[in-house]
């Protein structure tokens, strides 16, 4: 494969519901999408998952355009590439900026899994049919609130229930929320909005039975995590913190965690991403699918990946219409009975709705 041109938009995609998290509140998704074309006319799309401000991890919408323009793209145009699993290889002397990197990757999948004829589940091993998944919910600010979409998710079959806790929203909001739905599978994800010192909060959390609690402390932290994981019943999953397989092998020898979540775009592609899931499988520590508010694109790669057998927890690839009036792929991703069938068809199994794509578009250059 040869790269002969890549267009970078910037989409702008309201949610149906703003999404709230210990550092802040998404009222649309803004983000890169990558239509990356090879020589022999086989085009590829692409997303970064960064959003526009600097919340989650360090990088952003502009600071992946910047990368993109100014070193990836070059590295990659007119360049033979036999296979995707080169191209965190070919990006090895830029440091990190994960998520720019995984955004030509994701696009090279797909031109691959095309010109090879194959499905992208296919491709990387994946056997599963239907994939199981969960959903997140955002902080809705009344208990009340978070009651009514905790049984909304639960009646439209999602398999786990993900609730957003912050410093002064967590035991309460557990608690009551266990009295409502006592055998609901539940996890809770901080975000990184606690230091050690709340250790006892974690100690009450462990009441409640949940599957995991998600990045309770630094966001850059695996030593802490390991203090309190030997503190608390609780499996730990770690998210922010994981950026590699190196920093997997780190956690896990560490015990820093029981769980990891894998985003593609947080550990800079689909290959590491496989890469960490077979090395977790050998080490029996479960691994399940992350989610950035996806547009369909990035959604149809986490579908791919989660078809791998190591993912044995519920993700959070919910349906696009939890997020989006319109998706910018068709078919959209639906959910039935909490279960994602996996496409055979070939490449991501979804095509690109360029209708929705020009619509969402603020502005957009090619590089060629
Ligand atoms: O920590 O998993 C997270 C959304 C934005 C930033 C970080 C996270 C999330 C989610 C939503 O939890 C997952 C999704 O529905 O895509
Ligand atoms: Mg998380």
Redesign the pocket.
Known sequence: MKIKEVTIRHLKMKLKNP?S?SFGT?VNKEFLLLEVTDEQGTIGFGESVA?DTPW?TEETLKTNWHMLEDFLIPMILNKEIQHPDEILELFKGIRKNNMAKSAIEGAFWDIFTQQTNQSLAHALGGKKEKIEVG??LGIQGSIEKQIDVVDKAIKSGYKRI?L?IKPGWDIELMRVLREHFPDTPMMA?A?SAYTLEDIDIFKQLDEFNLMMI??PLASDDIIDHAVLQKQIKTPICL??SIQSLEDVRKAIELGSCGVI?I?IGRVGGISEAKRIHDYCEEKGIPVWC?????SGIGRAHNIALTSLSNFVMPG???GSS??WEQDIIKPEVIVEDGYILVPQEIGIGFKPNLEAIEKYTVTSKTYK
């Open positions: 999404f998290t998404f959003f989650y959903i997140s993900k957003k994800d975000n998600e990045q998210d922010e979540n985003k992350g989610g950035m508010l996806e959070d690839t919910a939890h997020y």
